[in-house]
């Protein structure tokens, strides 16, 4: 065992592996991969998933040092070819000279490029990230056990690869299209109820909106891309983001939940006064790069986030709001029916037990998710789009045994009644027999793996048992 112990951004998952390698080309990880044949492969991104995905015991390579990209003109597009290890932040800092960018973002910029796809990260009024992926190379073993670099550019293998929480082999580099770089126009806004907010959905179709704990209104962040020319006071509102945002607001929530740990100052704080340090109807227009994206990372927290199909939305954020309610210690909070379920599921003790035992503190984030093209990926195969709800929760590592048991419940019951998706990279509680249920394109992707990698070896115990079923 290597002396080396890797934890992820939310310092919920630990691990030892048994050795560590670092390869600096394709090469390298090819003499690598064939010193390691037959064991057990788990390659690291950045470790900012919070579910087991990047967990290795045995082999971990870490592909930080692969992080080339290159760009070829055709026919007046823009191929892009990155390696795996290649961050999203440096990505964007190669195609903004050129006029281009990614064609679709999550909040921050951190990840690498193979682990944003392979979790099927994503942001708000389009696809995930993986449905642009046209091209994925991966280095695998052929039949007679020698590694190998394998193109995959279409069919079930593509639709496979573009989220394959690394089951597929070691991604070494993905291919997409670039798209020009544009310019998005933002403003808040806030709402009393959630028609209203959708109703703006076809004006403002990148927008996101927040529930706020406690006040239990509406913030939304209107979001459309447009031509105008990035506004004269664009940078003094970088900096009122940054400042008033990215840092004010969440060493707020940082102090309340993790200093003071008072259910009381939290409903205080954001029934009262997180509202207020919103600015609304300030209508800036600025870069996508600059404006699609926060520091999100800036403080350590931990994250569930639930994918509904729109026409479940409005149960489910009633059922999210008894929930939280009911958490935070009003045992009335819960409707018959909720309790119905929740006994039907055997989680009334869990609830019980964790009634008053939690006090929510953070803006319920809610994006829009296109339908991916994909077999895996948290908005694979919907006719209709999906919405992310996100729980963020502050607590320190310790104390978030409550928050784990709102999450359990949250996604074993969302999971039932509605069909809703724990994302793949977040605190995912799913079982086997949910992925079974939850989606329907899972024995392909299975076949599809098994085809590639007849071993197994590319899959660790968890996606091991609930994405394939067995147990160990
Ligand atoms: C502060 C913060 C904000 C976030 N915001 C968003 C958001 O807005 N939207 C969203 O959807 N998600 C978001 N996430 C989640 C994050 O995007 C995903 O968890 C993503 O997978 C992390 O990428 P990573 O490079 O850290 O990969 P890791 O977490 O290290 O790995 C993720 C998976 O990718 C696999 N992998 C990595 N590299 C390779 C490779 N070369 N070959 C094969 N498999 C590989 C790993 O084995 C693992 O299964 C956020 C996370 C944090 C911490």
Known sequence: ???????????????????????????????????????????VGRLHSWSEAAVGNDVVIDLRGLCDVSLEQHEGR?????????????????????????????????????????????????????????????????ASGVPVIRTIGGGDELRAARCSLGAMGVIVSVGFWARAAYRVEEHFRQYENLDRVLAKEEEYPLQQFFLMPWWWKYIAQHRRETAEPRSWWASLYRLYVFLQLDV???????FVARLLRSATVARFAYKYVTPCMVIKNWRVVDDADQQLVMEHELFQHIECEMFVVRSRLRESLEIVVQLLKHFD?????????????????????????????????????????????????????????????????????GDRAAFMAFSRVVCRLLGDLFGARPHWGKVCPLTADEVERLY?????????CGEIDRAGVFRNEWIERVVFGKSS
């Open 329 to 397: 210690g009003e045992r009335e909070a819960l409707a018959d029916s909720t309790r119905d379920a929740l006994r039907r599921l055997n989680l009334m003790e869990d609830v019980e037990a964790n009634c008053g035992m939690y006090t929510h503190h953070y803006p319920i984030c809610v994006r829009r998710v296109l339908p991916d093209d994909t077999l895996i990926s948290m908005a694979a195969g919907n006719a209709e789009a999906c919405y992310a709800i996100s729980f963020i929760s502050y607590e320190r590592r």
């Open 440 to 448: 329907p394109a899972v024995q392909t992707f299975r076949d599809t």
């Open 78 to 142: 823009v191929w892009v070819t990155a390696s795996c290890g290649c961050q999203i932040k440096t990505l964007q800092a190669v195609l903004g000279p050129a006029g281009l960018t990614v064609p679709s973002l999550g909040l921050i910029n951190e990840q690498s490029i193979a682990g944003a796809i392979s979790t099927g990260t994503h942001g708000s009024g389009r696809p995930s990230m993986s449905n642009f992926i046209d091209e994925v190379r991966v280095a695998v073993y052929d």
């Open 1 to 43: 065992m290597t002396s080396e112990t890797f934890s992820n951004f939310g310092g919920n998952q630990w691990f030892q592996p048994n050795v560590v390698y670092r390869p600096r080309d394709e090469a390298e990880l090819l003499e690598i991969m064939g010193r390691s044949r037959g064991r057990a492969i788990r390659v």
């Open 248 to 254: 004010g607001l969440h060493l707020l929530v940082w």
